[in-house]
């Protein structure tokens, strides 16, 4: 197993060693990460279904 939290949270010094296995698991299990760079969330990693439901959200609750 890696360093990596059942939290779904992972150091940027996690992600720069453990991409490719991050990826893999994002894309075959659906999991989601939250990255973190100095004790804060940084960006997250999600499935890309989930970032286009996210972006028609977004889109959707756009003022016109």
């Given at each position: 197993?890696?360093?990596?939290?059942?939290s779904?949270?992972?150091?940027?010094?996690n992600?720069?060693?453990?991409?490719?296995?991050?990826?893999?698991?994002?894309?075959?299990?659906?999991?989601?990460?939250?990255?973190?760079?100095?004790?804060?969330?940084?960006?997250?990693?999600?499935?890309?279904?989930?970032?286009?439901?996210?972006?028609?959200?977004?889109?959707?609750?756009?003022?016109?």
């Amino acid at each position: 197993m890696s360093a990596v939290e059942s939290s779904g949270q992972v150091t940027m010094q996690n992600v720069r060693a453990q991409l490719s296995e991050l990826g893999e698991r994002v894309f075959r299990n659906g999991e989601q990460f939250i990255v973190y760079r100095q004790g804060k969330p940084f960006f997250a990693m999600v499935p890309v279904p989930d970032a286009e439901m996210i972006r028609q959200v977004k889109a959707s609750n756009k003022p016109e």
